[in-house]
């Protein structure tokens, strides 16, 4: 036996798999059908416990943990995993598929990540979209953290958790030195041996924004949280900053960062995370979302033409008033997604408009600057898991970069 046991008291009680260990986090639920390994190996995910909110998972097993040819892992999306639990409906004992090599249960024990299944899931995230996130306990069998504490629908005494968004989480997940990654030769985009080069700040980056830059010929210079741009002594075109995890304003040395190479002119782009610490480097602002967006399904709305606004859009381009008012949309996209804090879209300086919104709830999805150099979205582009509607974004990136903005 195992519970999952909320800061409020309210317990759910499960059967264990995975590794035999209590372990505490940030209760948040993803409603994607498929995708668990990807979204497993997400550094996005430390510190939380997650909830899949599709009843059945692991049927098809975990492929093979190998690195590719430039030393990071080849099918997931990260060489560990990340979350601080999991909660499944139903665990598959059966695992089917070619690529299998262990079953899901046997690779959250490898990794000491603890799991229930057993759990009535959709009571679970219906109490989280009331309430909003919830801090939680995984305890396993009889251990003192957990008892005294309430049943599945009764709360008892609250406990007392951390909250992992009060540490530096990116300082945990980010990479420790400067990795240098060279695009195979029918790769490169430019004549000779040059080709783009992008400095790209590790919040916790998804192995597939890797993989995204690579086939497109760009050489990514790989480097941690709060590397310092004036120490990097050679030529670069742009400047990325990934996904990852907590509060966007406990990165205080990224944010300088993205700054400086605004400052400076250089083409920057920010993904996820990166998309909030852009906003707070040019003076806005960020706030927590009631339960976040995490899921492979979520609708996105582009506000004007997909590459540089004309004079006329940006005008236009308006934050939203309401949830249904919608004001220069030309088109929806499906998007992957994994966060839980968000830009003010109110706090956007003069220059800045609202690039995507969010169809569900107006929350912004994307911000750029009227220069044309400077854009970030909130969601993600690589996929993995989820739909490819965005991944032009990364052509568009290297188009402006390679242009210098013009």
């Not at 249904?324 to 996209?333: G, V």
Request: aromatic letters at 8%; hydrophobic letters at 35%; glycine letters at 10%.
């Amino acid at each position: 036996m195992a519970r999952l046991i909320l800061s409020d008291g309210t317990t759910f009680e499960g059967q264990a798999f995975g590794a035999p260990v209590d372990r505490d986090g940030e209760v948040v639920f993803n409603t994607g059908m498929v995708g668990y390994p990807e979204s497993l190996s997400d550094p996005s995910y430390h510190g939380q416990i997650l909830v899949f909110t599709y009843p059945l998972i692991g049927n098809y097993g975990i492929p093979s943990e190998e690195l590719n040819a430039w030393g990071f892992s080849k099918n997931f999306e990260s060489e560990n995993v990340w979350p601080a639990g999991v909660i499944v409906n139903q665990v598959s004992d059966h695992v089917s598929h070619f690529m299998a090599e262990q079953s899901l249960s046997e690779w959250l024990r490898k990794h000491k990540v603890p799991a229930i299944t057993g759990i009535d899931t959709r009571m679970l995230t219906k109490k989280l979209r009331e309430h909003g996130v919830m801090l939680g306990r995984i305890a396993q069998g009889d251990s003192a953290s957990d008892k005294g504490q309430g049943t599945s629908d009764n709360a008892g005494g609250k406990i007392d958790i951390a909250d992992p968004n009060r540490r530096n989480l990116v300082s945990e997940v980010s990479c420790r030195g400067v990795h240098v990654y060279e695009p195979a030769s029918d790769k490169r985009l430019a004549t000779g041996d040059q080709c783009p080069t992008i400095i790209a700040f590790d919040c916790g980056m998804k192995r597939n924004i890797l993989r995204s830059f690579l086939k497109r010929g760009v050489r990514v210079v790989r480097v941690p949280w709060d590397f310092d741009l004036d120490r990097y002594d050679g030529d670069y075109d742009g400047v990325f900053v990934s996904n990852g995890p907590g509060d966007p304003k406990m990165c205080t040395a990224t944010i300088t960062q993205m700054k400086k190479a605004m400052d400076r002119g250089i083409v920057t782009f920010g993904i996820c995370l990166g998309n909030q610490l852009m906003a707070l480097a040019i003076g806005g602002d960020t706030y927590k979302l009631k339960y976040g967006h995490r899921g492979a399904n979520q609708p996105c709305l582009d506000h004007g033409d997909s590459r540089l606004a004309t004079h006329d859009q940006k005008k236009n381009s308006s934050i939203l008033n309401s949830q249904f008012s919608i004001p220069n949309s030309h088109r929806c996209i499906i998007t992957s997604q994994n966060h839980g804090f968000a830009v003010d879209g109110k706090s956007l300086p003069k220059g800045w408009s609202v690039w995507f919104s969010n169809a569900n709830d107006g929350s912004v999805e994307g911000i750029r600057h009227e220069s044309g150099k400077f854009f970030a979205v909130q969601f993600h582009p690589e996929s993995t898991p989820g739909p490819e509607d965005a991944n032009y974004l990364f052509d568009e990136f290297i188009s402006v970069m390679c242009n210098k903005g013009k």
